[in-house]
């Protein structure tokens, strides 16, 4: 049978249920248990593509093509899965479905209600990731807060699986907030009780409670959690504050959690291993070095837009051994000010992310020609990549108010454009160049060395693409496109051959970037910051 756990959170949003999901999978796997993982996202957003990274974080992109929650990357990372669209499921989701179902007569003259029709549909779409991934645990997180009006659905819906699956088959795991009052330095347990009663006014009695505080909470407060949760002492454990989220499956299993979960579930007692896990760790903890990396976007104000390349910058830190303090930029600031782009020089790395529409794509662009003029380490990613050209265009190849028709959809030389196959496109959500696309890596180059292959497969996530029309002038002022879809048209990758390092892609590496298998661009990229201020002539590059 296919044991199933469910984490829930309350208190408030962001509390780190996706970290605790994360850690409970690492600790079956550190056991030998074959897991998977969902994310229940209450919004009526089908998906997480049509959101600004202002609102919801970065989208995270699934090798099928799925634009998911951000916490699908966590659980990536952490598991070292690939995991598809269907390991996202969103409201919009669920009552799409249910609506087609309903206009095709699949119901039989019915009222359709949301129960049991809606929570049927959710209900049959864990168990189908269940049966797709042929494990022996489904973690399934509930995103939002219990008490959230769209998330009650989802909460009957796991309230029924315990029922239909069975008490020995099924956990629920409640993580909620426990705050320390700044005067007093007391622990208040009070709002983790109040979501633990609503939770239960649901119908749902949590097996386990994570308590998550700034530090590890003290016996009075385990005391009280576990009393007013109607739990054994022994299934509150305290998610704290860690200098590395990549800690937390360590506490957690130091304090009795892993073990805790197979004997609820009644898996085999196994000592977990934890080898690897604690070399990456330690490399991260303990770095011989340090770099800093200039983050030019236009989304800098919320971390979280670009969390999966936050973390391939510190799996290539952990592989060379140094720590990467990351300064996040908005490139705005150099439209407003264009002599600040000189604060760029006090930096190891310039790095320009994804982005879209025009807003601070002239900053980027200011970034990148800093990078290039002053030979300063480079990497840019989608987005960057293609301002990477117009920048080339405009200043190497003298192609005067060069552009992507993005930004200038009369620009007198569309360097970067509209790919064909979306002329014509209406809707924007699932239309853009998505999910794993292979790429043909020319031998000989920088690309060819960071790889080791002639041949990868990336994720990818656009609109627009270099145009061929302009790659004879562009090649021709030294840019070297080192990367190319298999059919020869489509750009893929650039590089400076005569710079330090300067490298751009048009897919996101960071999504298959994992601790202990850093992305190779962000791998190269690093080395080559830290390689340049320890002063070595060129990069150094591991096979």
Known sequence: MVKYIFVTGGVLSSVGKGIVTSSIGKMLQARGFKVTAIKIDPYVNVDAGTMNPY?????????????????LGWYERFLDLNLGKNNNITT???????????????????????VPHVTNEIKSRIRNVAADSNVDIVLTEVGGTV???????????IRQMRLEEGYENTLYVHVALVPILDVTKEMKTKPLQHSVNELRRIGIQPDIIVARCSQMID??????????????ENAVFCSYNVESIYQVPLILDAQGMGDFVCKRLGLPERKPNYDDWKSFVDAILNPEHEVR????????GLVDSYVSM?????????????????????????????????????????????????????????????????????????FGFQLAVVEFARNVC????????????????????????????ELKGATMRLGAHKVIIKPGTLAYKLYQSEEIIERHRHRFE?????????????????GRSPDGRRMEILELPDHYFFFASQFHGEFKSRPGKPDPEYYGFVKACLDRKLGKAKPEFQP
């Open 147 to 157: 008490g959230d009006i769209e998330g009650l659905p989802f909460l009957e819906a």
């Open 293 to 300: 990396i200039a983050l030019v976007g236009k989304y800098a």
């Open 219 to 232: 016996s009075e407060a385990l005391r009280k959690i576990a009393l007013f949760g109607t739990i054994p």
């Open 92 to 114: 919009g989701i669920i009552y799409k479905a249910v609506i087609e179902k309903e206009r095709r007569g699949d119901f039989l003259g019915r009222c359709v209600q949301i």
């Open 55 to 71: 609102m919801h974080g970065e989208v995270y992109v699934t090798e099928d093509g799925g634009e998911t929650d951000l916490d």
């Open 466 to 482: 270099v145009n061929m029309v302009y790659m004879e002038k562009l090649e021709k002022g030294g840019l070297v496109f080192s």
């Open 310 to 382: 936050n973390e391939a910058l510190r799996h290539a830190g952990a592989a060379c051994k140094t720590k990467v303090h990351i300064h996040y930029i908005e490139a705005e600031t150099f439209e407003k000010s264009p002599n600040k782009v000189e604060m760029l020089r006090d930096f190891d790395g310039i790095f320009v992310p994804y982005g879209f529409g025009s807003r601070g794509a002239e900053g980027k662009i200011a970034a990148i020609k800093f990078a290039r003029e002053n030979n300063i380490p480079f990497l840019g990613i989608c």
């Open 398 to 425: 003298g192609l005067k108010d060069a552009n992507s028709t993005e930004i200038n959809p009369n620009t007198p030389h569309p360097v970067v454009d509209l790919m064909p196959e979306q002329r014509g496109v």
